[in-house]
């Protein structure tokens, strides 16, 4: 008799993905550990494996699909005969165990909490105003509302005696960046688009995950945060003279992993840049330590992975970790760890181009570095015109937080510092 596999866990605080493919088919034969689904889930990539070995009847799910953790998404038929272990444990006990108030858990019943409801595509009600109780949520959720910086007073629940789920959190983050949820400025609605084929032939492309994550990350910035962006340049050459001395002796040496250094040491002289503003609490929340998230350009989409503990490491140990972080990023082998938990962004365009940008913030962050290509330029130097290479840099800043004439003080620190 055929076992229905379910969704395991995909990490923490992921709930659900898309498959990016399916690797079995109807028919095969499987082992124990063997990647069933490739999932991409809040920009990583998860191999679903086989909980069980044996011939897979059937699979209920296909490329581009939306899964949810216990959903059934394949069968499997035991090929000794014997029905394994694959099922998560019977409903009442594989439901989470509810939290009481006081964050303390108590034992789950049947009635303890309903099942997981599906994802929720309309906008939630309105949230209701703070009535001074306790909020009902798990762990996970409380850790999401955390890094987006949302508080969980003014979301409305879903979930049994108003429990607040982690798809309600995202529900009203939809709503803030439409500026529905009366946090973020009133927003104008969309109007229908026209029908385009009117005036000629058309292509309709799928929406990829990261590029659905990344639009719904970038619009919640720009309706919660005032952009304001400060540019200086930097004299890049006896760096950049510097960097070619070094090549084949260690690491690549790139201007990033020096701007990481130079970002991190700026960080702790100019502690409100590695900040977040709590909007309900009346509070900056000044961090101290030093994650620093890199941009990376992917076939997928763009990546922020997070370099930790900057100010701890040398040039070249940044060097080595961010080559290999890339790398990971382009493998699809970053998780959603890889990319928690930063305080400042750096995002490099030199290698393809440009003299300047407008880097959106990456909010709960205040601010984010953005660097475009050096190019040789005639300057007045020691009293002589001479070339030389000069690299843009463009700060976007959150300006409830920091005012102009700080984010031109840390440019140029920063700037100073690749100059030295």
């Known amino acids: ?41 809040e920009k990583a990539t998860v191999e679903v494996p086989a909980p069980m070995s044996g011939r897979v009847v059937q699979m209920k799910v296909k490329k581009g699909d939306m899964v949810r953790v216990g959903q059934v ?79 969980l007073r003014q979301v409305p629940g879903s979930g049994r005696h108003g429990r607040v789920s982690q798809d309600d959190i995202r529900a009203y983050v939809r709503r803030l ?53 400060q540019h200086d340049l930097a004299d890049i050459t006896d760096l950049d003279a510097f960097r070619r001395q070094q090549e084949g002796k260690g690491p690549k040496l790139t201007i990033t992993a020096f701007a990481l250094k130079a970002a991190a040491i700026a960080l702790t002289q100019f502690p409100q840049f590695n900040a977040s503003l709590d909007t309900a609490q009346g509070q900056l929340i000044v961090k101290r330590y030093y994650h620093i998230g890199v941009a990376v350009d992917t076939e997928r989409g763009l990546l922020v992975p997070v370099i930790r503990d900057v100010d701890k490491k040398s040039v070249q140990e940044l060097a080595q970790e961010l080559t290999e972080l890339a790398e990971r990023a382009r493998q699809k082998k970053v998780t959603a760890d890889d990319m928690r938990g930063g305080t400042f962004t750096i995002t490099n365009l030199g290698g393809i181009g440009g003299t300047g940008f407008t880097p959106i913030v990456n909010y709960p962050e205040v601010a984010i570095l953005g660097m475009s290509r050096g190019r040789w330029t005639p300057v007045v130097h020691n009293g002589q015109v001479v070339p030389r290479l000069l690299l843009p840099l463009s700060l976007s800043y959150d300006h409830r937080v920091i005012d102009g004439a700080d984010a031109a003080r840390f440019t140029r620190r920063i700037a100073e510092m690749l100059e030295n």
Not at 12 to 28: A, D, F, H, I, R
Not at 183 to 208: C, I, M
């Open 73 to 151: 998404y394949c069968a499997i038929e035991p090929t000794d005969g014997r029905e394994e272990k694959a099922e998560a444990p019977p409903e009442a006990e594989a439901r989470p165990e509810p939290e009481q108030s006081d964050g303390r858990r108590r034992p789950a019943t049947a009635e303890a909490e309903p099942k997981p409801a599906p994802a929720r595509e309309a906008p939630p009600p309105a949230a209701a105003p703070d009535t001074g109780k306790p909020v009902l949520a798990g762990p996970a959720t409380r850790r999401l509302a955390r890094e987006l910086g949302i508080d």
């Open 1 to 41: 008799m055929a076992t229905e596999i379910k969704l395991p866990q995909l990490g923490e605080g992921l709930e659900s993905g898309e498959v990016l493919s399916v690797k079995v088919q109807p028919g095969q034969t499987v082992a124990e550990g063997q990647a069933l689904l490739e999932i991409e889930a």
């Open 177 to 229: 960046a439409s500026g529905a949820a009366g946090v973020a400025a009133a927003a104008v609605p969309a109007p229908p688009l026209p029908d385009f084929e009117r005036w000629g032939p058309v292509e309709r492309r799928p929406f990829e995950s990261v590029r659905k994550k990344t639009a719904e990350q970038m619009s919640l910035a720009w309706a919660q945060i005032p952009h304001v962006t």
